[in-house]
Every structure is written in C-alpha cells, then in structure tokens.
C-alpha cells in the first residue's frame, strides 16, 4: 500500500498551491490544489483548509519554504568543537546579513564532516512568523521549512538551472557543487502586466487576461525586455562562477508568457523549456505542473533524508 509524503505547500504572492505525494518504490504526485490567495491574511487560515479539503487526503504534515531576499542559503566552514559550533555558525551569519543578527534564525547543517563544511542558513524571523501564523488556526502541521532553491533542485534533477518567474521577483536557482547558488531579480510577471495596463490604458484584469493570452504582443514589450536582459546577465554571472548552463527549467507564476522560451534561447543562447517535475509522470494535471513544481520539490523533501 502506498503512503503519501507530508504535503508540499507554497505560499505564493498571488496564489496558494498544495501538492499531495505518495510514496512506492519512488515519489508520485496524486492530487494538487489551487486557490488565489487573498488580499487579507486573516482569510489565509481557512483558504488553506479549503485547498487542504479539494485533495481529499488525511495527511495533515506539511513542509514550506523560504527563498530569497527572506532567506539566504550558502556553505561555511566551522572548525570548532561541538559546543562552541553555535557560536561558530552565528558569528559566520552576522557578517552576511545587513540587519541585527537578533532578528534572524540560523541554522546548520553538515555537509562535509572531514573539511567541518557546513550548510547555512539564515532567514529573517520576521518572514518566518508571517509565514507560520496562519497554521495553528488550520489542522495542518508544519514539520519542516526548506529553501526554494533545494526543493526545486528535488523537483527538477534533470536541469543545470531553474528560472522562477514570480510575480513581483524572479530568482535564477544554478546546480553546481554542494549547494545551489541564487540570484533574485525585483523583477516579474506584475511588472508586464503594469505596463500592458499603461501601454494600452485597461484595467488590471483585463491586462493580465491579455497577457496570459497573447503575451507582450504590441503592449508591455518594453517590461519583458528588461527583465530578459536581467535574466541574461544572471546566466553570464553563474557561468563565470560554475562553468556553463545548458538547460534551464521554467518555472512560476510568468513562465506561461507566450513564446517565452524562444525569447530566452534567443537572447542567453541556452535551453529554457517549461519543466515538468518528474515526481508529475502520469500525474493528474500535469498541464500544470510547471506552476506546481515548487510545491512538488516540497512534497518530497522527507524522501530526501
């Protein structure tokens, strides 16, 4: 009999996604779930048990996730004894942030036990409680709160690189080495839709139709061209760090925007494509999977361990 992993959810800016995974001989997506987040977090608590409701499963764990510019993730070395580690691992932390380390969580995780080389990880408290307040009122139990770019690394093995276009910010996730690297651009899809409001002088809803539609086609066109050459020189940026990407998975909220993946071939001369994770074989709406691929990497983060 199989048995389903604990749910992988992601909170996005726009839109809250659910996945449910279970667990044979490998991960296998069964059932997900959408909602449009709301405008008021109040709401949040009971759109998250209606969503929980729509897959019809009674597994309650869950895990989520932070990214940048909430979190940071990197690899640090703490050659000291066990007791003073914590010590190690806060001082480390305190010269890479630019606020009072007080206000930050930091965790650590071993990597490499003979060099004492350590996972980092630093996220501000704040995100962490905003993130976390809407569960107690929820049956839903958090058991973990993973990094963006280690689920989408889970979801998507196959590729060099994952491009995440959100809504208001973009983040380039690079495979290479221990850990995966990160580059966030405060840029994203609501930045074209903005512009297509402006160009063709049209209410939000009906820019966003549009765009989803027919892409930037005569309106918006100047947004997207500014966040391709964003995305460009992120590519170049971890190509003189790590060597060269060659295929790039699509991913989020933007990365449905007609003839996308022609425009970033184009301009980076790399493969982009819209991925499909591979826990999403023979899953149901599989159509969707690229909007689902965050919470997918999430839903196997206990298969990974």
Same mark, same amino acid.
């Given at each position: 009999?199989?048995?389903?992993?604990?749910?992988?959810?992601?909170?996005?800016?726009?839109?809250?996604?659910?996945?449910?995974?279970?667990?044979?001989?490998?991960?296998?997506?069964?059932?997900?779930?959408?909602?449009?987040?709301?405008?008021?977090?109040?709401?949040?608590?009971?759109?998250?048990?209606?969503?929980?409701?729509?897959?019809?499963?009674?597994?309650?764990?869950?895990? $989520?996730?932070?990214?940048?510019? =909430?979190? !940071?993730?990197?690899?640090?070395?703490?050659?000291?004894?066990?007791?003073?580690?914590?010590?190690?691992? @806060?001082?480390?932390?305190?010269?890479?942030?630019?606020?009072?380390?007080?206000?930050?969580?930091?965790?650590?995780?071993?990597?490499?036990?003979? =060099?004492?080389? @350590?996972?980092?990880?630093?996220?501000?408290?704040?995100?962490?409680?905003?993130?976390?307040?809407?569960?107690?009122?929820?049956?839903?139990?958090?058991?973990?709160?993973? =990094?963006?770019?280690?689920?989408?690394?889970?979801?998507?093995?196959?590729?060099?690189?994952?491009?995440? *276009?959100?809504?208001?910010?973009?983040?380039? =996730?690079?495979?290479?080495?221990?850990?995966?690297?990160?580059?966030? $651009?405060?840029?994203?899809?609501?930045?074209?839709?903005? !512009? *297509? !409001?402006?160009?063709?002088? *049209?209410?939000?809803?009906?820019?966003?139709?549009?765009?989803?539609?027919?892409?930037?086609?005569?309106?918006?066109?100047?947004?997207?061209?500014?966040? *391709?050459?964003?995305?460009?020189?992120?590519?170049?940026?971890?190509?003189?760090?790590?060597?060269?990407?060659?295929?790039?998975?699509?991913?989020?909220?933007?990365?449905?925007?007609?003839? $996308?993946?022609?425009?970033?071939?184009?301009?980076?001369?790399?493969?982009?494509?819209?991925?499909?994770?591979?826990?999403?074989?023979?899953?149901?709406?599989?159509?969707?999977?690229?909007?689902?691929?965050?919470?997918?990497?999430?839903?196997?983060?206990?298969?990974?361990?």
């Amino acid at each position: 009999m199989n048995r389903t992993l604990p749910l992988g959810i992601d909170i996005g800016t726009t839109r809250l996604r659910i996945v449910c995974t279970e667990l044979n001989t490998t991960p296998r997506v069964c059932a997900v779930a959408a909602r449009d987040v709301p405008n008021t977090s109040e709401l949040l608590p009971s759109l998250i048990v209606e969503t929980w409701d729509q897959l019809r499963t009674i597994e309650r764990r869950c895990v $989520l996730s932070v990214g940048m510019p =909430h979190a !940071q993730l990197s690899s640090a070395t703490l050659k000291t004894e066990e007791g003073g580690r914590s010590r190690a691992a @806060y001082a480390q932390a305190r010269c890479r942030v630019d606020y009072p380390i007080g206000d930050a969580v930091v965790r650590w995780h071993a990597i490499d036990h003979n =060099h004492d080389v @350590y996972a980092l990880g630093i996220v501000r408290a704040e995100a962490l409680r905003a993130m976390l307040e809407s569960f107690p009122a929820t049956s839903l139990r958090v058991i973990a709160i993973d =990094h963006d770019s280690l689920a989408l690394q889970r979801a998507l093995p196959q590729y060099d690189a994952v491009l995440d *276009i959100g809504h208001a910010r973009t983040s380039l =996730h690079r495979f290479s080495g221990a850990l995966p690297m990160t580059i966030c $651009l405060n840029a994203g899809s609501a930045q074209m839709t903005k !512009q *297509i !409001q402006g160009d063709l002088g *049209i209410d939000q809803r009906s820019a966003e139709l549009r765009k989803r539609t027919y892409g930037v086609n005569g309106a918006g066109e100047a947004a997207l061209d500014r966040l *391709i050459a964003e995305i460009a020189a992120a590519v170049e940026a971890f190509e003189r760090q790590s060597g060269q990407v060659q295929r790039v998975a699509l991913v989020g909220n933007g990365a449905r925007l007609v003839q $996308l993946p022609v425009q970033l071939r184009r301009a980076c001369g790399r493969h982009f494509e819209l991925a499909v994770p591979v826990v999403f074989a023979n899953a149901p709406d599989e159509g969707a999977s690229a909007d689902f691929a965050l919470a997918a990497g999430l839903s196997t983060w206990s298969a990974a361990e």
